[in-house]
């Protein structure tokens, strides 16, 4: 059965400087959006510190991906200073062309209706 809501990822290389970047190599960016108003209900990304972890997850929650791109972008290059900065500006570009192929690609419908 279709929903309202899907799960989207986003993925991007780290720099093997950071601390991330020696655990995981790949930084992965989840973000599980309505479909209906392309909103972030919930995000997840494997930052390794809880206090950059949270703060690019209250970032995406609440924010638009199809109209909310550009700020999101803004936010990340002007107040993530830190190593792993390109590497989540890249994840959240390939999570937002993710959803944008999705949002494109014809929706299943149920035999019969």
Known sequence: MAGHEAV???????PSGTAAGQVYQMLVLVA????RTHIVQAASITLITPVAREWVEDILVGSHLVDGQAAVLDEFETNYIGGAQKAIKQA??????RYSELRNAPRPT???Q
Do not use: H, N, T
């Open 92 to 97: 959240y570009r390939d999570l937002c062309e």
């Open 32 to 35: 599980r959006v309505d479909r």
């Open 110 to 112: 149920l035999e019969g």
């Open 8 to 14: 989207v990822c986003g993925y991007a290389k780290l």
